[in-house]
């Protein structure tokens, strides 16, 4: 009896890492995608496009995109809102070689709707790009 408790019970909190896992995952692009292109790091203070599309259901919405550098750094940020900005675009990072280093770049995305009293805050999943020497 105590076996087929145990075993019972391990299933269901295999299932539900397992559900809470997949939502995470499907959580992450349901409110926005961000990309960017592999570039050349280029010497001197330079603008590196990227793209994001904000998926907000909703009217009321900000987004706020952060790129941080290969070594974990917080480089750049731009911000988004519906007032001036569209839900699909392209915007841009500056980026100076001479404040970073060639390698593998996060663009992370905020989106927060406004739909309450209080804002409601999703992460979209993370996007990579890389930056080379010439």
Do not use: Q
Not at 70 to 98: E, K, N, Q, V, Y
Request: some cysteine; charged content about 20%.
């Amino acid at each position: 009896m105590l076996r087929r408790t145990l075993f019972g019970s391990t299933a269901v909190v295999i299932s539900l890492v397992m559900l809470l896992a997949g939502t995470a995952t499907a959580a992450g692009t349901y409110w926005g995608t961000t990309g960017a292109p592999d570039r050349v790091l280029r010497a001197g203070c330079h603008n590196y496009p990227y793209h994001y599309r904000v998926r907000p259901h909703g009217h009321d919405w900000s987004a706020e995109t952060f790129l941080v550098d290969p070594t974990g750094d917080g480089l750049s940020s731009g911000a988004f809102d519906p007032d001036s900005d569209p839900r699909t675009g392209r915007s841009h990072f500056r980026i100076c070689r001479a404040s970073t280093r060639a390698g593998r770049f996060t663009i992370r995305m905020k989106v927060s709707i406004y739909d309450g009293p209080n804002p409601r805050v999703h992460w979209v999943k993370r996007s990579h790009f890389h930056l080379s020497h010439a």
